[in-house]
């Protein structure tokens, strides 16, 4: 019992750090330690934060207004597609999949992998 409750701790602590580093836009350093503590052990817990950040990471730079087509699209697109890794069933990530490819497939663009 006392091993479960650590290992619960731990995964507590890496999430918290984790969303102190995605509210200040940090979110590949967020999605680092998460994937890192997720492969040492993983738990329900950490592939939620997982989906979380990936999915604050593509909101993030699709809403991005500075940045450019060229950056926020490709970028957005990895970080939906690493949410659907971890939540198959996600439509908010697979819907904005589809947009971002929709658009480069209507400029007759190779859609970005």
């Known amino acids: 019992m006392?091993?479960?409750s650590c290992?619960?701790?731990a995964a507590d602590a890496t999430v918290d750090a984790a969303r102190k580093k995605i509210a200040d836009?940090?979110?590949d350093e967020a999605i680092a330690q998460l994937e890192t503590a997720n492969k040492?052990?993983?738990s329900a817990e950490l592939k939620?934060?997982?989906?979380?950040a990936n999915m604050a990471k593509a909101?993030?730079?699709m809403a991005d207004p500075n940045a450019a087509p060229r950056v926020k699209?490709?970028?957005a697109l990895r970080a939906y597609r690493e949410v659907l890794k971890y939540d198959k069933t996600n439509k908010k990530a697979q819907e904005n999949i589809n947009t971002i490819?929709?658009?480069y497939k209507s400029m007759g663009r190779p859609v970005p992998q």
Not at 48 to 52: G, I, N, S
């Open 2 to 4: 006392l091993a479960m």
């Open 7 to 9: 290992i619960m701790f």
């Open 25 to 27: 836009k940090k979110y």
């Open 40 to 42: 040492t052990k993983p």
């Open 48 to 52: 939620k934060a997982l989906v979380d």
């Open 59 to 61: 909101d993030f730079f």
């Open 73 to 75: 699209y490709p970028t």
């Open 101 to 103: 490819e929709g658009i």
